[in-house]
């Protein structure tokens, strides 16, 4: 089978019907049973989905698009309190929901890295499906995951080659701590952000070696920020004071970020067998993990670089 052709039924992984449904493919077209899945994620849940290619149809069409995208996140991760409906058209029904001001200040804030993330992709033609059969669990993944952690990425990266003008004009580059956290603010960041794109590209391809390496790769990602920003606490000797209360406030929202990290891997297992059925040669495997185990190496290192650097620059760039 050639690689553009859509494979036809579901891959055997998932065992409980949940699972299941989460891997039919999210189409009103080409003879999908788009029932079936409506009946499990609300009559609109086929409304925001992006065609497959470079593009999403136009910039101008992106605001209502991420809107729908925000309240269908918000409304899956909502789904266990006991007071939200199953069907997403009644989730503003619900009154401590409409009224909750926490919950629009996360749909706020989730929506922007959402358009941002959206737009990042758009530069590397990831802006719309990753195939026209894309189902639930990997429309989940590229929106709900990868958009929202690399639209804050690319900001994340912007604004060091704003510091790295900076200091380049102010004479502040060269042998010295803030060199060296620019350094490695650039490979944590560029590094995730790169990831992410092989790890679309992979799910777009339905290659099994590709989306396991890639899943692999996040989780090490995870893990080693981690244990730097447990690092980062102690060796910054933080006190439990007012003084410290925008270390303090600026950890805690580190923290946020690396469970959120984590908590994207445990989505992403679910797709670990999903594709075992694909073809991926020898040489394909080989062009898609290279590149990935040396973006991870090289993250590691320049983390490990901090362990051994007892600078605030350093620790601040890392954590």
Same mark, same amino acid.
């Given at each position: 089978?050639?690689?553009?052709?859509?494979?036809?039924?579901?891959? =055997?992984?998932?065992?409980?019907? +949940?699972?299941?449904?989460?891997?039919?493919?999210?189409?009103?077209?080409?003879?999908?049973?788009? $029932?079936?899945? +409506?009946?499990?994620?609300?009559?609109?849940?086929?409304?925001?989905?992006?065609?497959?290619?470079?593009?999403?149809?136009?910039?101008?069409?992106?605001?209502?698009?991420?809107?729908?995208?925000?309240?269908?996140? !918000?409304?899956?991760?909502?789904?266990?309190?006991?007071?939200?409906?199953?069907? $997403? /058209?009644?989730?503003?029904?619900?009154?401590?929901? $409409?009224?909750? =001001?926490?919950?629009?200040?996360?749909?706020?804030?989730?929506?922007?890295?959402?358009?941002?993330? $959206?737009?990042?992709?758009?530069?590397?033609?990831?802006?719309?499906?990753?195939? +026209?059969?894309?189902?639930?669990?990997?429309?989940?993944?590229?929106?709900?995951?990868?958009?929202?952690?690399?639209?804050?990425?690319?900001?994340?990266? @912007?604004?060091?080659?704003?510091?790295?003008?900076?200091?380049?004009?102010?004479?502040?580059? *060269?042998?010295?701590?803030?060199?060296?956290?620019?350094?490695?603010?650039?490979?944590?960041?560029? *590094?995730?952000?790169? *990831?992410?794109?092989?790890?679309?590209?992979?799910?777009?391809?339905?290659?099994?070696?590709?989306?396991?390496?890639?899943?692999?790769?996040?989780? #090490?990602?995870?893990?080693? &920020? /981690?244990? #730097? @920003?447990?690092?980062?606490?102690?060796?910054?000797?933080? /006190?439990?004071?007012?003084?410290?209360?925008?270390?303090? #406030?600026? !950890?805690?929202?580190?923290?946020?970020?690396?469970?959120?990290?984590?908590?994207?891997?445990?989505?992403?297992?679910?797709?670990?067998?999903?594709?075992?059925?694909?073809?991926?040669?020898?040489?394909? /495997? &080989?062009?898609?993990?290279?590149?990935?185990?040396?973006?991870? %190496? @090289?993250?590691?290192?320049?983390? %490990? @670089? #901090?362990?051994?650097?007892?600078?605030?620059?350093?620790?601040?760039?890392?954590?």
């Amino acid at each position: 089978r050639p690689s553009w052709v859509p494979r036809v039924g579901v891959p =055997p992984m998932a065992s409980s019907p +949940e699972s299941q449904a989460l891997l039919e493919p999210l189409q009103t077209e080409g003879g999908g049973d788009t $029932k079936a899945v +409506e009946e499990e994620h609300g009559a609109s849940a086929f409304q925001f989905q992006s065609s497959a290619g470079c593009c999403s149809g136009g910039w101008g069409t992106d605001w209502s698009w991420t809107a729908e995208a925000t309240t269908d996140m !918000m409304h899956t991760f909502l789904l266990s309190c006991y007071c939200v409906p199953k069907d $997403k /058209s009644e989730l503003y029904d619900v009154q401590c929901v $409409k009224w909750n =001001p926490l919950y629009w200040v996360l749909w706020v804030l989730s929506y922007f890295c959402i358009i941002t993330g $959206k737009w990042t992709h758009e530069l590397v033609c990831q802006g719309g499906k990753v195939r +026209e059969d894309e189902t639930r669990l990997e429309y989940e993944v590229r929106v709900q995951w990868i958009y929202m952690t690399d639209g804050p990425i690319m900001l994340s990266i @912007l604004l060091d080659f704003y510091n790295l003008i900076y200091y380049a004009q102010a004479g502040k580059l *060269g042998n010295n701590n803030k060199t060296l956290a620019l350094i490695i603010s650039f490979f944590v960041n560029g *590094g995730y952000l790169l *990831g992410n794109i092989f790890f679309f590209n992979a799910m777009r391809n339905r290659k099994p070696t590709g989306v396991k390496c890639a899943i692999s790769a996040n989780f #090490a990602f995870a893990t080693v &920020l /981690s244990v #730097a @920003l447990v690092l980062a606490f102690i060796e910054r000797n933080i /006190s439990w004071s007012w003084s410290d209360a925008n270390i303090i #406030a600026s !950890m805690f929202l580190r923290l946020l970020v690396v469970l959120f990290i984590l908590a994207s891997c445990v989505v992403y297992f679910d797709l670990w067998g999903a594709y075992d059925n694909g073809v991926d040669d020898r040489l394909s /495997s &080989l062009s898609t993990c290279l590149p990935i185990t040396l973006v991870t %190496i @090289l993250t590691t290192v320049f983390i %490990i @670089l #901090a362990f051994m650097t007892d600078s605030s620059d350093v620790w601040d760039a890392v954590a």
